[in-house]
C-alpha cells in the first residue's frame, strides 16, 4: 500500500523548487536593471529599470505570465517582512524624528490624502474615457 503522504510531499518540493526557480528569475532581471544602470550610468535606480525590464517582457510576451505567477504571489503574500529591515532602520535615527512627531502625522495624513484623492480622480478619467469610446 502506497503512502499518500508521500505523494504530498512530492508535490510541496516541487512547489518550493519552481517558487525559488521563479524569485531567482525575478531577481536576475533586478541584476540585469542593476547592470544596465551601472553600465550607462543612468540615475534611475537599478530596480526601477529591472521593473520596466519586466514590464516589457510580459508585455511584449516573451516571458509569459504564468512563468513567473508563484513565485510573484508567494512575494506579494510575504511583503510585509521585507519591510521590517527599513522600520528596523528607521528606529535607528529617532534622535531625527524626535519633538516632530505631530508635524510627521500631519505630513503622513495629507499626503495620504493627497495621493488618494489624485489616483481616485485619474481612475474616474480613465473610466470616463474607456465609456465615451
Not at 521585507?82 to 499626503?111: C, D, E, N, Q, R
Amino acid at each position: 500500500m502506497k503512502d499518500s503522504n508521500h505523494g504530498k510531499e512530492g508535490c510541496t518540493l516541487n512547489r518550493v523548487f519552481i517558487v525559488m526557480l521563479q524569485v531567482a528569475g525575478l531577481y536576475g532581471i533586478y541584476l540585469a536593471g542593476s547592470w544596465i544602470q551601472q553600465a550607462l550610468g543612468l540615475f534611475i535606480p537599478g530596480s526601477v529599470i529591472g521593473m520596466l525590464l519586466l514590464f516589457v517582457l510580459l508585455s511584449l510576451k516573451i516571458i509569459p505570465e504564468w512563468l513567473l505567477q508563484q513565485g510573484v504571489a508567494f512575494m506579494i503574500r510575504h511583503l510585509p517582512f521585507f519591510f521590517i529591515p527599513a522600520t528596523v532602520g528607521i528606529i535607528s535615527y529617532a534622535h531625527v524624528f524626535k519633538g516632530k512627531g505631530m508635524l510627521l502625522i500631519v505630513i503622513g495624513l495629507f499626503s495620504t490624502a493627497l495621493v488618494m484623492a489624485v489616483s481616485g480622480r485619474v481612475t474616474q478619467m480613465l473610466v470616463k474615457r474607456r465609456e465615451e469610446a
